[in-house]
């Protein structure tokens, strides 16, 4: 499931992962420090899927950017900061 920023939630991933038994993808902006942070420590070099989209809309240019890091490229501590 992916949603938007508002979604980037602990009681929303949690509620995704132990109700419906489902995987997330929510976008984590820099008004959230702390796991902004995090995130740009892991190793992003290592990016097996990347998406680059930008386009104008709601009258502003809008850029998204997704990339995905397979589990294989992570250490255990890179895994607990995804949590």
Request: charged share 25%; hydrophobic share 40%; glycine share 2%.
């Amino acid at each position: 499931m992916t949603a938007d920023a508002l979604h980037t939630q602990r009681a929303h991933a949690h509620f995704l992962v132990e109700q419906k038994d489902a995987h997330y993808a929510f976008p984590v902006k820099k008004n959230q420090p702390i796991p902004y942070a995090q995130l740009k420590t892991l190793p992003w070099d290592k990016a097996t899927a990347k998406f680059y989209d930008r386009s104008h809309g709601n009258g502003r240019l809008e850029t998204r950017v997704m990339r995905l890091l397979a589990s294989s490229a992570l250490t255990s501590r890179d895994s607990k900061l995804m949590m």
